[in-house]
Every structure is written in structure tokens, then in C-alpha cells.
């Protein structure tokens, strides 16, 4: 697949400075290939909300929310909590893994010593790991994002937030998913895709209160690629698409069973109505 160089998305509003949840950002303003815009308070994507503040909480209230879709599984909420209750908002989970899976390996990442995690992540594991998880969510996925797709267009659950934990790979390949459906390129959802990786929005690596601490160099750098958004894991996202189906369009088509109408009335639900 040709790779091309991200442009920064074109977004006007003022993002919020939301304490107690991380990679909070609105998709408004990136352009589709025929020259629209998503539309801006239409579609949301963050990490989880069970640390909002009340400050938080009454930002995101504000906001019009009509369906919040949570990617993390039981093991998540189990670790960090469900999330914050917001009044007439509904909470869809759509669980993206399995919940058993992984569950060893998130807990050698979590607690296990320097050699445990050399074990795991050292020799480009981590970095291998993630773009196996990035090919499983498209391949293995069709039935619970062709859903995501039917909850957006069917029930009108926009206003829309997309979250997983760390707002990152199962949001990131959800959100990919739909920005693909609405005609925005590669680039442009990979210049989305980067700002994950922003100071303010990176979710916080969390190590156990026995575990060796994040501090130390090489720690840190086996923790990298399960944190960072690195360009190779959504491009394996695509080229997944592209060995299996051949094209986006078939992809959404026949993997995802979306018609071309419904896929206009997505287009309408959540793009400008003229190309500028």
C-alpha cells in the first residue's frame, strides 16, 4: 500500500481540558475525499470516562450525547471502573475482545519484573502484538462494527462518543471504520489517528504498586508500542482490508453489509451538507 504523508485535520474549536479523562477530541473537521467536513458535535472519540470529574462529567453533559459506545471489555471495567453516569445519555457496551484475552498478558504488563517483560515485549514483540490486534479488529470485528454502523444510521445515536480504555486502537479502528464509510481518505484518518499520541491526550502507562516502576529507560521503551500510536498499526488495519476484500468500498459492502443508501444516510447524519 502507498503511503502517504498525514495532514494535521483542520479542526476551529477550542478543545476542552478534561482532567480526568485523556484523548478527548471531537472528529469534527476532517475532510472526505469529495471535499466535506465531519461535521463538528456530531461524532466524539476518547478513553474511558470512569475517572470524570464532575467538571468532566458536566463538560461532556453539555454536549448533547445521545449514545456513548464503550469498546473495553470486562477486564477493563473490572480495572478502571464504568463509567461516569451522564443523565439522558444511553451507554452502549460492544465489547471489541474477548474478555479472557489477554488477560495474562495485560498482567505480566501491569506487574510482571524486567524480565518478564523482556520476555514479552523485547525484539519488537509489543510492536508485533499490536499490529496482529490492529488485523484481528478489522478480520475478526465485521459483525461488531457492521452494528456500530447500524446503531449510527438505524437509531440515530448521534451525538456519538466512541471510547475504549486509552481511546486509541479499538476506538481508533472504530472510528477508521466510520470515517471509511463517510469517503475520508487514509491520511487524513491517520492524522486523526497521530494526535493520540499528544501529551495531554497519551494515556498514562500504569504499572503495579509492587511492579518496577515506568521511570527507567527501558522500561519505558517496552511499554511504548503497546501506547503509542505508531502510522504501521493502522496501515496494517488497512492492508487487512485490502488483502481480504480488496477495496474499501467492498470491504464495507460486503464485509460490513453497508448499502450504498445507508451509507448516504450516514453521510447525512454526520457530514456538512456542501463540499467546500
Not at 481540558?17 to 477530541?25: D, K, M, P, S
Not at 469534527?28 to 475517572?51: E, K, P
Amino acid at each position: 500500500m502507498t503511503q502517504q504523508t498525514p495532514q494535521a485535520p483542520t479542526q476551529t474549536q477550542t478543545e476542552p481540558e478534561l482532567t480526568g479523562v485523556r484523548n478527548f477530541r471531537d472528529v469534527g473537521g476532517v475532510v472526505t475525499g469529495d471535499g466535506r467536513r465531519v461535521r463538528f458535535g456530531r461524532l466524539y472519540r476518547s478513553g474511558h470516562l470512569a475517572h470524570a470529574t464532575e467538571e468532566d462529567a458536566a463538560y461532556l453533559a453539555s454536549l448533547g450525547l445521545h449514545t456513548i459506545f464503550d469498546f473495553r471489555n470486562a477486564s477493563d471495567i473490572k480495572l478502571e471502573g464504568p463509567d461516569v453516569t451522564l443523565p439522558g445519555v444511553r451507554n452502549v457496551n460492544m465489547p471489541l475482545s474477548d474478555p479472557a484475552d489477554g488477560a495474562e498478558f495485560w498482567g505480566t504488563v501491569r506487574d510482571g519484573n524486567l524480565d518478564a517483560l523482556r520476555a514479552a515485549l523485547g525484539d519488537g514483540k509489543g510492536a508485533a502484538r499490536m499490529q496482529q490486534a490492529y488485523r484481528s479488529l478489522i478480520l475478526e470485528r465485521t459483525r461488531d462494527h457492521a452494528r456500530l454502523l447500524d446503531f449510527l444510521i438505524e437509531e440515530r445515536s448521534v451525538p456519538a462518543l466512541l471510547h475504549c480504555a486509552a481511546g486509541k486502537d479499538r476506538a481508533g479502528t472504530s472510528i477508521a471504520v466510520v470515517l471509511l464509510a463517510l469517503g475520508v481518505k487514509h491520511s487524513e484518518i491517520e492524522a486523526d489517528y497521530m494526535l493520540s499520541n499528544d501529551a495531554h491526550r497519551r494515556y498514562r502507562i500504569q504499572r503495579g504498586r509492587n511492579a518496577a516502576g515506568v521511570a527507567t529507560p527501558e522500561v519505558v521503551e517496552l511499554l511504548n508500542p503497546l501506547f503509542e500510536a505508531r502510522p504501521e498499526y493502522l496501515a496494517t488495519a488497512f492492508e487487512a482490508i485490502d488483502e481480504r476484500w480488496g477495496s474499501t468500498d467492498r470491504y464495507l459492502a460486503e464485509g460490513l453489509g453497508l448499502s450504498d443508501e445507508r451509507r448516504e444516510l450516514l453521510c447525512t447524519l454526520l457530514l456538512e451538507d456542501d463540499a467546500r
